[in-house]
């Protein structure tokens, strides 16, 4: 892997570089309806219809986990392990990830929940992995 990184840590970058894109996404919307005369109280409402509002959950949703995957990958890496399984699962994790993220920030009704909760449930079925990988597996 590019400069010793390990797969599952390029995946930790990837996501850390899209908790910033949608940070970023998220502070344009915040500027165009601030722009157009709405106001800052507006971003606090909950509202499945407003862009802003799905972006600030898809966000927040997205740093309450970030600390999970993270947590998994610098296990392993000051463990010094590392194998396809892992960087399978690391992968897996940072698809399903962003692809809730993107679900979320969709708009629509209708299945759009269980579909994001489908990808949630493959992230926790890869940190899982993860452990039990790291736990019962040799060094």
Do not use: K
């Not at 998220?26 to 219809?49: C, E, K, N, Q, W």
């Not at 959950?57 to 990958?73: I, K, T, Y």
Request: hydrophobic share 60%.
């Amino acid at each position: 892997m590019a400069h010793g990184l390990s797969v599952p840590l390029v995946c930790l970058l990837v996501l850390i570089i899209w908790i910033v894109a949608l940070v970023l996404a998220l502070t344009v919307v915040r500027l165009r309806h601030l722009r157009r005369g709405g106001s800052v109280r507006d971003f606090g409402v909950p509202d499945d219809r407003r862009l802003v509002w799905r972006l600030f959950r898809a966000h927040a949703n997205a740093v309450e986990n970030l600390p999970l995957f993270a947590g998994v990958v610098l296990v392993a890496a000051l463990a010094g392990r590392s194998g396809t399984l892992l960087d399978a699962l690391a992968v897996v994790y940072l698809c399903a990830r962003i692809a809730q993220s993107i679900v979320h920030v969709s708009p629509g009704a209708g299945l759009r929940f269980n579909v994001r909760f489908g990808f949630f449930a493959v992230q926790l079925a890869c940190l899982v992995g993860f452990v039990v990988a790291l736990a019962w597996s040799p060094a």
